[in-house]
């Protein structure tokens, strides 16, 4: 593989707000198109590898409360060896729709679990970048999401793209399932496409915080995100920036898992990246980031400067610009990773994807 400029994730997340004003129409528009097809789905089970698993977790919550179906995120092996071999051909309000996600189309396990499921009798639809892509030709349908422009980088726009392609898809299969109606189908889309403003200045604040964050992670040995609900994808793509573009070990995981039992491991000072968003887990970020400082943990907010009750526990702060419903929280919440990760493997001396096994 060859060695990739770190500043690419720098110029990766100055793409971003632009992204989202270009897509969310489009996308929006070809996602309504769809649903008409599949909209009595009983169940929506979304499926993928990395990043692309990171926003289906982000996404699993919009399913539920704003398209009112029951939504289960799965890593494409678990889905095909534990779930996959229970699915029924079932039709009318109990048909099952199956999403593969891939944003370059050909990750194999996700492209064979679309093709399992069809023969099980889901509905299937691919969400990815390229439409001609082995995942798009094993589905009944493909919602695309092209990037222009694109160039070799951890996932920051694909991940971005994939989550709002997700996002958009629950909001068109609510009003497809009568959970709303067009106006209030209309209204959600319009919060998604007013984040743009919040989404730059949320990446040119992130600057130099990225920078003073930088040197917290660069000297522990491990670093831990917790998150809950939409939080936890953006938890597991945080940690997943980091090992692949500064090398650090990181782990994403759940704010009440980590204080039931990673509270305890060693060192007491390790950074710990609390996730803060308004929504149902806030209280309990905010318990866990002052029970981590009470042990000595460096705690980084990633939430807003306003927040005090969260704020006031930490060592640092990566500021979100903006608010949002917390199904549409993770489209904020993401944009410190790619930042991060590249200020960290500049201080380390680190490229991306280097220290592995090519």
Same mark, same amino acid.
């Given at each position: 593989?060859?060695?990739?400029?770190?500043?690419?994730?720098?110029?990766?997340?100055?793409?971003?707000?632009?992204?989202?004003? !270009?897509?969310?129409?489009?996308? @929006? &528009? %070809?996602?309504? $198109?769809? #649903?008409?097809?599949? +909209?009595?789905? =009983? *169940?929506?089970?979304?499926?993928?590898?990395?990043?692309?698993?990171?926003?289906?977790?982000?996404?699993?919550?919009?399913?539920?409360?704003?398209?009112?179906?029951?939504?289960?995120?799965?890593?494409?092996?678990?889905?095909?060896?534990?779930?996959?071999?229970?699915?029924?051909?079932?039709?009318?309000?109990?048909?099952?729709?199956?999403?593969?996600?891939?944003?370059?189309?050909?990750?194999?396990?996700?492209? !064979?679990?679309?093709?399992?499921? @069809? &023969? %099980?009798?889901? $509905?299937? #639809?691919?969400?990815? +970048?390229?439409? =001609? *892509?082995?995942?798009?030709?094993?589905?009944?349908?493909?919602?695309?999401?092209?990037?222009?422009?694109?160039?070799?980088?951890?996932?920051?726009?694909?991940?971005?793209?994939?989550?709002?392609?997700?996002?958009?898809?629950?909001?068109?299969?609510?009003?497809?399932?009568?959970?709303?109606?067009?106006?209030?189908?209309?209204?959600?889309?319009?919060?998604?496409?007013?984040?743009?403003?919040?989404?730059?200045?949320?990446?040119?604040?992130?600057? @130099?915080?990225?920078?003073?964050?930088?040197?917290?992670?660069?000297?522990?040995?491990?670093?831990?995100?917790?998150?809950?609900?939409?939080?936890?994808?953006?938890?597991?793509?945080?940690?997943?920036?980091?090992?692949?573009?500064?090398?650090?070990?990181?782990?994403?995981?759940?704010?009440?898992?980590?204080?039931?039992?990673?509270?305890?491991?060693?060192?007491?000072?390790?950074?710990?990246?609390?996730?803060?968003?308004?929504?149902?887990?806030?209280?309990?970020?905010?318990?866990?980031?002052?029970?981590?400082?009470?042990?000595?943990?460096?705690?980084?907010?990633?939430?807003?400067?306003?927040?005090?009750?969260?704020?006031?526990?930490?060592?640092?702060?990566?500021?979100?610009?903006?608010?949002?419903?917390?199904?549409?929280?993770?489209?904020?919440?993401?944009?410190?990773?790619?930042?991060?990760?590249?200020?960290?493997?500049?201080?380390?001396?680190?490229?991306?994807?280097?220290?592995?096994?090519?």
């Amino acid at each position: 593989m060859a060695t990739l400029d770190p500043e690419v994730m720098i110029r990766q997340a100055g793409r971003l707000a632009g992204d989202l004003e !270009e897509l969310t129409e489009p996308v @929006g &528009r %070809r996602a309504g $198109a769809l #649903v008409s097809d599949w +909209g009595s789905a =009983g *169940s929506v089970h979304l499926v993928g590898d990395g990043d692309s698993y990171y926003a289906a977790v982000s996404a699993e919550l919009a399913f539920r409360s704003l398209a009112g179906v029951d939504c289960a995120a799965t890593p494409a092996l678990g889905f095909l060896e534990y779930e996959a071999p229970w699915l029924r051909s079932r039709n009318g309000a109990g048909r099952r729709l199956v999403v593969g996600i891939s944003a370059s189309g050909f990750t194999p396990r996700v492209v !064979e679990a679309v093709v399992r499921a @069809g &023969r %099980r009798g889901a $509905a299937t #639809v691919a969400v990815t +970048g390229v439409p =001609g *892509s082995p995942l798009a030709r094993a589905a009944d349908h493909t919602l695309p999401v092209r990037l222009s422009d694109g160039e070799p980088s951890p996932g920051i726009r694909t991940y971005q793209a994939s989550l709002l392609a997700l996002l958009l898809l629950a909001v068109r299969l609510g009003e497809a399932r009568g959970h709303h109606n067009g106006d209030d189908r209309e209204a959600l889309e319009g919060e998604i496409a007013a984040l743009r403003d919040g989404v730059a200045r949320t990446v040119a604040e992130l600057g @130099g915080a990225c920078r003073r964050v930088a040197e917290l992670v660069g000297d522990g040995p491990v670093v831990a995100m917790v998150g809950s609900g939409p939080a936890l994808g953006t938890a597991h793509y945080g940690a997943a920036k980091l090992i692949e573009g500064a090398g650090v070990f990181a782990r994403g995981q759940d704010l009440e898992e980590w204080h039931h039992v990673e509270r305890f491991a060693g060192p007491y000072d390790m950074p710990l990246f609390v996730l803060a968003p308004p929504g149902r887990s806030h209280a309990r970020a905010v318990e866990v980031a002052a029970r981590a400082t009470e042990l000595g943990r460096r705690v980084i907010a990633v939430a807003h400067p306003w927040d005090t009750a969260v704020v006031r526990h930490a060592a640092a702060v990566l500021p979100v610009a903006a608010r949002a419903r917390e199904e549409f929280s993770p489209l904020l919440h993401h944009l410190f990773a790619g930042i991060l990760a590249c200020r960290t493997g500049q201080r380390l001396g680190r490229t991306p994807f280097s220290t592995g096994l090519v």
